[in-house]
């Protein structure tokens, strides 16, 4: 999978059969074999049966293209599961540029009331919620995903243009782990999510 698509980079041990991607994809096999057929979802196929097989980064590939959601099952290498959440697609398409050379299987989410469904089917391992949105604040999705024993445990990085030292710390104590304000300071973020600094020239672009 060409890295440049800034989502799941994935170590793959195992092929997958049209079957499995069918199921991941909620769809019957009928339709899988279709798109591997008109050349959406990329596939090759066994010499000497000529039995498809995908490759899972393949898999997410085209998922993601065609906007299908990503089941926490499909995260067989463990990779850490992130969550973007802004209703502003600019500051989407920006951490997606940030994080397209790290071994990640990124998610997006563009209101409060999105993220509380992404929460529960993509079950992301790390937040990075914006402060200012619509309808849902990302302060209220803040307190929903803390008082859930079932998601209190997810890391949540609030991310906002400006936050005075009492809402920041007042965040703080809602569960946040850490807020940072825009533009990102990149090694500030890589350091609360656990990454490193290191990344291609054109993750600047």
Not at 9 to 25: D, I
Request: charged letters at 30%; glycine letters at 6%; hydrophobic letters at 40%.
């Amino acid at each position: 999978m060409d890295s440049r698509h800034g989502f799941a980079l994935m170590k793959q041990e195992k092929p997958l059969s049209a079957r499995q991607a069918a199921s991941y994809c909620q769809v019957n096999l009928k339709t899988a074999l279709k798109w591997i057929d008109e050349g959406k979802l990329k596939a090759y196929q066994l010499p000497d049966s000529g039995v498809n097989r995908i490759l899972l980064p393949d898999l997410l590939d085209f998922m993601k293209r065609f906007g299908l959601p990503i089941p926490a099952e499909i995260n067989l290498s463990g990779a850490t599961r992130l969550l973007v959440v802004d209703d502003e697609l600019p500051a989407i398409n920006t951490l997606k540029r940030i994080f397209r050379s790290h071994d990640l299987v990124l998610e997006e989410a563009h209101d409060g009331f999105e993220a509380g469904r992404k929460v529960e089917t993509f079950k992301p391992d790390i937040i990075l919620l914006d402060l200012q949105m619509p309808g849902m604040s990302g302060r209220d999705v803040l307190m929903k995903i803390k008082q859930n024993p079932a998601t209190r445990h997810i890391k949540v990085i609030i991310l906002s243009g400006y936050v005075d030292m009492e809402a920041k710390n007042r965040l703080l104590k809602d569960g946040a782990c850490g807020v940072l304000e825009k533009p990102i300071d990149r090694k500030i973020l890589f350091s609360l999510i656990g990454l490193t600094t290191t990344c291609r020239k054109d993750d600047n672009t």
